[in-house]
Structure formats: structure tokens, C-alpha cells
């Protein structure tokens, strides 16, 4: 079982840019990945997705030109960087990853989570 551990969280000013980074444990070349967010007293939502070949990507329209997702796939990585940030932007945010050629921005389809990681945006 693959495991996926996220770094680079912390705090930032509005304005501000952050690049995460997702690091399997083990190969995740057949595997779609996502990043979702969790803000305080929220439910989790989708922020981006990446197909297995990295040719295609999703985003939540609230990120939409101003995150990006990619993938290293030599390195097992996800990244997802992270430019002017907002408050509304703080939440922990999680890595995903399903074994499957098909990109999905379903929370249900992941199969194989990170423990998060905080980011925090001050006004």
C-alpha cells in the first residue's frame, strides 16, 4: 500500500505563494492524484486533480489561475504550487491518489490519503 506524505504548509500573507509537495512512499506512475482542502467547520473539497500521464488537470474555480498542479513521476511527487494566496485559502490541505488512468475530481474515487498539511493565509 502506498503512502503519501504532504510538506511545505505553513504561513504565508495574503498575497503570498506556497508550492506543496506530496511524496509516495512507493511507485504512483498508474495513479491519478488530487489535492483537496479541509477549512474549519467546512467540508473537504477537491482544489486540483492530475491524470497519471500529467496530461490532464482539474481546479476548483476558487484557485483557477492561480494554483498548479504537476507531477514528477521519476520522483514519485505531487506538487502543487500555490500563488497569490488568500485567506479564504487557509485549511489543510490533503493529497490523494487512486491507481486508475481516469483523472476524477470525486473525493469518493481516492482510495489513498496523506495526513495533511496546515496552511494558513493572514490578512
Known amino acids: 500500500q502506498v503512502q503519501l506524505v504532504e510538506s511545505g504548509g505553513g504561513l504565508v500573507q495574503a498575497g503570498g505563494s506556497l508550492r506543496l509537495s506530496c511524496a509516495a512512499s512507493g511507485r504512483i506512475f498508474l495513479y491519478a492524484m488530487g489535492w483537496f482542502r479541509q477549512a474549519p467547520g467546512k467540508e473537504r473539497e477537491i482544489v486540483a486533480a492530475i491524470s497519471w500521464s500529467g496530461s490532464s488537470t482539474s481546479y476548483a474555480d476558487s484557485v483557477k489561475g492561480r494554483f498548479t498542479i504537476s507531477r514528477d513521476s521519476a520522483k514519485d511527487t505531487v506538487y502543487l504550487q500555490m500563488n497569490s494566496l488568500k485567506p479564504d485559502d487557509t485549511a489543510v490541505y490533503y493529497c490523494?491518489?487512486?491507481?486508475?488512468?481516469?483523472?476524477?475530481?470525486?473525493?469518493?474515487?481516492?482510495?489513498?490519503w496523506g495526513q495533511g498539511t496546515q496552511v494558513t493565509v493572514s490578512s
Open positions: 490523494a491518489g487512486k491507481k486508475t488512468f481516469i483523472s476524477t475530481i470525486d473525493e469518493s474515487e481516492y482510495d489513498t
